[in-house]
């Protein structure tokens, strides 16, 4: 089926087990954060307006304290399962996130992950500081999004994989889309048609499947 010919992907709680940014915030920003994450879950402030304010709340942090933090990202049991079987069908797999680029490169380093495209917000670490850059904003996107996913698909159709609210507007227009977590419960609450997964090993059974 053409429509999984290409698959995008969410990162932050779909790849990785936990939300890799939301984690570093708890240990290493300023519990204001969570003010800002409350302001932009209620619609109040924009994704990327949030990411800055948030990105300022983190204090510094030493170059081994980053690399361990990094280190210790979990990915999903059955991620490097599924990079084997799209590889072995030709299916193309990016990586749309609103999270930090950073911490995917990292991480896809880590298990020898090559040739996928990364999309997500630039984290610029120096001298024990951070900040952001937002490379693939869009001045058009419907929910404002440092990283806009609606703007970066251009196929007619495509498969989306997500878990959350930064997943949205793409999923709602995918031709096929996995849920799981917030996503999921959203679909169902909308009635918006997706495949649940728990983890990538369901999702390799579907597109076996199909
Ligand atoms: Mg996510
Ligand atoms: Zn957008």
């Given at each position: 089926m053409r429509v999984f010919n290409k698959i995008y992907c969410d990162f932050d709680g779909t790849i990785t087990k936990k939300d890799a940014v939301n984690t570093f915030f708890e240990m290493y920003a300023d519990p204001k954060w969570l003010e800002y994450e409350d302001l932009w879950v209620q619609g109040k402030i924009t994704s990327r307006e949030n990411a800055v304010k948030?990105?300022?709340l983190i204090r510094e942090v030493s170059q081994k304290e980053l690399d361990d933090y990094i280190d210790n990202i979990e990915i999903d049991d059955y991620f490097l399962e599924f990079?084997?079987?799209?590889?072995?069908?030709?299916?193309?797999?990016?990586?749309?996130?609103?999270g930090f680029d950073l911490f995917i490169n990292k991480t896809l380093e880590r298990f020898d992950i090559k040739n996928i495209s990364v999309y997500a917000n630039?984290?610029?670490?120096?001298?024990n500081k951070f900040r952001i850059e937002f490379p693939y904003y869009n001045d058009k996107c419907d929910i404002g999004a440092g990283m806009c996913k609606c703007g970066r698909?251009?196929?007619d159709k495509y498969c989306y994989i997500g878990d959350g609210t930064s997943d949205l507007c793409v999923a709602k227009k995918a031709d096929f889309l996995f849920a799981t977590k917030n996503l999921h419960k959203f679909c169902k609450a909308n009635l918006i048609k997706h495949s649940y997964f728990?983890?990538?090993r369901n999702i390799i059974e579907v597109l076996q499947s199909v």
């Open positions: 948030q990105v300022a990079i084997d079987y799209i590889k072995s069908k030709n299916i193309e797999f990016t990586i749309l996130s609103d630039h984290l610029i670490y120096e001298n698909i251009l196929e728990n983890s990538f």
